[in-house]
């Protein structure tokens, strides 16, 4: 194992923070999450973002993936300046950029493998041949084809996160944002979804933050972040 | 996927709570669409616009007390009158009690003349008439009568006096049409005929109906018969026919009040149920509602897939609680159109039907879009409990 202070290897840049701040406020007492966060993320990377629970790691996924805002400094994802998008510009700059991974899967239980990778979509203006096609292109990378028309309750969790992931890929994001991604599953299907995520990155390009506390899957990234009471702490290259 | 099939699926999530808010809503549409279609048609009853000439001369103490028939005679002198008819309710039924309907027995010389458009004389021929006038025991009766009876003209038909001591066999001579359904449930008789088999109605009568020349002349007539008449031992109480039937609805009640007020309790009930439904149902899918704008849904367009779940909902519960009224409507016509006549006009008018739908569907955007509305600005990371 390498260990170096946030240098995660050279190529463009896809998320670059600068010092990020955010805090939550319960009546006038202002809790500070994240403080003085500095860093650049390259395209492709596969990064574990660690650390003890309060440290901050789920605040910074959120900021990154857009679903959070912060209360201080810039952030650059994908090519936008997350801090001048409105709220209707952020939904649809997540659409395009952004795929999330649940630890609970949190798919739609109304509607079945096909139906629920297609949601992401619905807000394209993909036609329905063009939907089709990425829905079977998708489910066939994770493998789940001939589970296409079953409800998540007659799928086992491992499948249930792999549909979740297909949905995540679905729009060809460039950004695939996972939480927790293992933590609901045994470790066969743990080791399977982090095979397929590992295979999105190298094969597919696409760059993962992951957050995790379980050291085997934070083994399956490239890099390790971590963080200690809202501050980056250290970044462990992981040599395999 | 399309939209409505996602709107459909989401709303069928939980099938027993969906079904049971339709079942709600059914019944709370068919109420209001029952009880507003009650009051339209006994409004009608008393705005009847071919009424707007006639009279009701009836004595003063009440409709159970007689007039005598020589009255008529005074009535006829007057020159703002153009026609005038006796008529008794004679309260006769057909071969069973429940088989009960309206008939009279009123003056044939003129009731064609009196009630012209609602016996549709205009189609009418003289010879037609002159059949009825010519027999004695013979009757006219409506055509909604006549079919439900399965009567044709030539048929006999047997009455069972309730009021009067006579059974008449009466002979149909002329089955006529009418504009209205209400007025086809009628039949009439000779006058002549009560008088001969019930001795203490000679020279009596319960009421005559009077037809003026022109409406304008009306106030001027009530007020010179009753006060002609004042003062004697068979005082008048004329009134224009619309008041005459008036005070038969007045004996239910303050009806329109009584009707308005249920209707209101009904539309606040099921407003509390379906936004009490709805916000239960939008708070149990908080994190789902997350995950959709995690995807890029934005909060609006979550917002109207939300309240196009409840109009949804309400759609499909007003037009089945609409189409139940309709069934309700026919059943009524021809259950109790005979018995009571303003009953074969009952229906649920377009109207009524534009008002119950729109109200519906005001409630499902109402009790919708307050939870819906918080649901979708909470902040994503809140809904998100699992990665917040």
Same mark, same amino acid.
């Given at each position: 194992?390498?260990?170096?202070?946030?240098?995660?290897?050279?190529?463009?840049?896809?998320?670059?923070?600068?010092?990020?701040?955010?805090?939550?406020?319960?009546?006038?007492?202002?809790?500070?999450?994240?403080?003085?966060?500095?860093?650049?993320?390259?395209?492709?990377?596969?990064?574990?973002?660690?650390?003890?629970?309060?440290?901050?790691?789920?605040?910074?996924?959120?900021?990154?993936?857009?679903?959070?805002?912060?209360?201080?400094?810039?952030?650059?994802?994908?090519?936008?300046?997350?801090?001048?998008?409105?709220?209707?510009?952020?939904a649809a700059w997540r659409n395009a950029h952004v795929g999330f991974i649940f630890q609970n899967y949190n798919l739609v239980p109304v509607l079945n493998a096909f139906e629920n990778v297609e949601l992401p979509l619905l807000i394209t203006g993909a036609g329905r041949g063009e939907r089709r096609d990425r829905v079977d292109q998708v489910l066939q990378l994770v493998n789940l084809t001939d589970q296409m028309f079953n409800y998540p309750r007659q799928l086992s969790g491992g499948q249930e996160q792999r549909v979740a992931i297909a949905r995540a890929i679905v729009t060809d994001p460039d950004l695939l944002v996972a939480d927790e991604p293992t933590g609901a599953l045994d470790a066969k299907n743990a080791e399977e979804v982090l095979a397929l995520m590992e295979r999105l990155n190298r094969e597919l390009g696409k760059t993962i933050v992951m957050v995790t506390h379980d050291p085997k899957a934070a083994h399956h990234a490239r890099h390790q972040i971590h963080l200690e009471k809202g501050v980056l702490d250290r970044t462990v290259e992981v040599n395999r | 996927m399309r939209w409505l099939a996602l709107i459909w699926k989401s709303l069928m999530r939980s099938k027993r709570r969906t079904l049971l808010i339709v079942g709600s809503l059914v019944l709370s549409v068919f109420t209001v669409a029952v009880l507003q279609s009650l009051l339209t048609t006994l409004n009608a009853v008393t705005d009847n616009p071919n009424s707007s000439n006639r009279l009701v001369v009836r004595h003063k103490s009440g409709l159970t007390q007689m007039l005598p028939r020589a009255y008529e005679a005074f009535l006829r002198q007057q020159p703002e009158i153009e026609t005038v008819c006796a008529l008794q309710w004679f309260g006769g039924y057909y071969q069973d009690p429940r088989n009960f309907f309206a008939n009279f027995a009123s003056d044939e010389a003129t009731i064609f003349q009196t009630f012209r458009e609602e016996f549709g004389v205009a189609n009418l021929t003289e010879a037609q008439i002159k059949d009825y006038l010519r027999d004695g025991a013979g009757c006219i009766v409506g055509a909604s009568l006549a079919k439900k009876n399965g009567w044709k003209v030539g048929d006999v038909v047997p009455l069972t006096g309730t009021i009067f001591p006579i059974n008449p066999r009466l002979t149909i001579r002329l089955i006529y049409k009418s504009p209205k359904p209400s007025d086809e449930n009628v039949l009439h008789f000779h006058y002549k005929l009560l008088e001969e088999g019930v001795p203490r109605m000679k020279g009596l009568v319960g009421s005559f109906w009077v037809r003026a020349h022109r409406p304008e002349d009306i106030p001027r007539l009530i007020?010179? =018969?009753?006060?002609?008449?004042?003062?004697?031992?068979?005082?008048?109480?004329?009134?224009?026919?619309?008041?005459?039937?008036?005070?038969? =609805?007045?004996?239910l009640g303050n009806i329109g009040a009584i009707i308005q007020g249920i209707t209101a309790a009904v539309v606040v009930a099921i407003l509390i149920v379906t936004g009490n439904t709805m916000a239960t149902a939008i708070r149990e899918r908080t994190t789902e509602i997350a995950v959709f704008r995690a995807m890029g849904f934005s909060a609006s367009r979550v917002l109207s897939l939300l309240l196009a779940e409840g109009v949804l909902l309400v759609g499909v519960g007003g037009s089945l609680g609409v189409l139940l009224a309709n069934l309700a409507a026919g059943a009524v016509r021809g259950s109790l159109g005979a018995a009571m006549p303003f009953f074969a006009d009952f229906a649920i008018l377009p109207a009524t039907v534009l008002a119950c739908m729109t109200g519906a569907l005001g409630i499902g955007v109402l009790a919708t879009f307050i939870p819906a509305y918080a649901a979708t600005r909470r902040p994503i990371t809140d809904g998100l409990k699992a990665i917040g």
């Open positions: 194992m390498n260990t170096d202070r946030f240098d995660l290897g050279g190529g463009e840049p896809i998320i670059t923070l600068r010092d990020i701040a955010k805090s939550y406020w319960r009546e006038e007492l202002e809790i500070p999450v994240l403080q003085g966060i500095d860093l650049e993320i390259p395209a492709g990377a596969y990064i574990a973002l660690m650390g003890p629970s309060g440290s901050g790691k789920t605040t910074l996924l959120n900021l990154l993936a857009g679903i959070d805002r912060p209360t201080g400094g810039s952030l650059e994802v994908c090519g936008h300046e997350l801090n001048d998008l409105d709220d209707d510009q952020l | 007020e010179r =018969v009753d006060r002609h008449y004042a003062n004697s031992a068979y005082e008048t109480l004329t009134e224009t026919e619309n008041a005459f039937n008036l005070a038969f =609805v007045k004996m």
